[in-house]
């Protein structure tokens, strides 16, 4: 899980797994991940904000971030598995506008941050593993 955490949660590991140009890291409130942020500059002037809601580490990680008009709630749960492994179950959270054009949005966000969570948790894994294993390239940075 400790391998997982830090891909998770380390700027430079997160700007590998995202496949960003940048990701510039604003520490939370006393240097902690609670409250920090992490901008991920995607080039084209186009930049994502993610702000870190929750961080028991190495248990649980929520990210809020906006977008399309609706505030997305992503929480990262890791668990133990078979063979040593770690476990990665992301869920999803949409809060919308209560009228009808914001249930539709929310709708399509939700369908495109599943096939997101689906490519970014492989991503994960896959960084993780090798960092586990010690076979990896530097991170970007």
Do not use: N
């Amino acid at each position: 899980r400790a391998a997982v955490w830090t891909v998770l949660t380390d700027p430079r590991w997160r700007q590998r797994w995202m496949g960003v140009e940048r990701v510039d890291y604003k520490p939370g409130a006393r240097h902690t991940l609670v409250g920090s942020e992490y901008h991920c500059i995607h080039g084209s002037g186009q930049t994502s904000v993610f702000r870190v809601a929750e961080a028991l580490e190495p248990e649980r990680v929520t990210i809020a971030f906006p977008i399309m008009g609706v505030l997305v709630w992503w929480t990262t749960q890791l668990g133990a598995a078979d063979g040593g492994r770690t476990r990665i179950v992301s869920r999803l959270r949409i809060d919308a506008p209560g009228d009808i054009g914001g249930k539709v949005r929310a709708l399509a966000v939700r369908q495109i941050m599943k096939g997101y969570s689906t490519k970014y948790a492989k991503r994960i894994a896959e960084e993780a593993e090798a960092l586990a294993k010690g076979v990896v390239m530097q991170p970007a940075g």
